[in-house]
């Protein structure tokens, strides 16, 4: 016998659902889970993180964001924030930088909506979704720069929208990448590979 009203009983989130965002935000909300996205449709469930290739580094971008932010008026940098873009795509980038009063905006449910200006994806290598699926969506929904460092590669790739589409920054000859759309945010990709702060601070000095 069905209760009338009663709740509908949601299936756990797992690897490989296909959703659409309404399905997907429902499944995670009733789920344990602590990251996954939906990318082009398609469920994303992460697995643990290990210290050197992700969460080292994770920190390193977050410290480089930070200062930069603490230094700039209007803006704000989330850690793994949702990221409303479209019906089929809510990713859970590990980094993002915006305007308040930009494209993106922080909605009544607390997540955000719309595209960042900046968003910033710690990989393994070039195999990655990053450099794939998620490079297609975020170049679709207007992400003006896309930062991927590709830990295992030793390797960072910064691009930027050029009529809609993507093409990469390189560095100068000092080893620096300068953001087109941040005045002042630099990355000395020698040092931040090489763990040294100092210098990649030093830099946005």
Not at 67 to 80: C, D, H, K, N
Request: one cysteine or more; proline letters at 4%; charged letters at 20%.
């Amino acid at each position: 016998m069905v209760i009338a009203n009663s709740p509908a009983i949601l299936t756990i989130l797992e690897n490989g659902d296909r959703l659409n965002r309404i399905e997907f935000e429902q499944r995670y909300t009733a789920s344990k889970i602590k990251k996954a996205e939906l990318i082009e449709g398609l469920v994303y469930v992460a697995s643990p993180l290990r210290f050197t290739p992700h969460a080292k580094p994770h920190g390193q971008i977050l410290t480089w964001l930070g200062t930069y932010q603490s230094m700039s008026a209007g803006l704000e940098v989330g850690i793994e924030p949702t990221v409303r873009l479209d019906a089929d795509n809510e990713p859970q980038p590990d980094a993002v930088l915006f305007r308040l009063g930009g494209n993106a905006q922080v909605d009544e449910d607390g997540y955000i909506a719309g595209a960042p200006e900046l968003i910033v994806e710690i990989a393994a290598s070039t195999v990655s979704y990053d450099l794939h699926a998620k490079k297609r969506i975020y170049e679709r929904n207007g992400i003006k720069e896309y930062i991927v460092w590709r830990t295992l590669d030793q390797a960072i790739d910064w691009f930027v929208l050029e009529n809609g589409k993507y093409v990469e920054l390189a560095p100068d000859a000092a080893g620096i990448i300068h953001s087109c759309e941040f005045d002042g945010l630099r990355l000395n990709v020698t040092a931040i590979l090489n763990g040294d702060m100092s210098t990649v601070l030093n830099t946005l000095q």
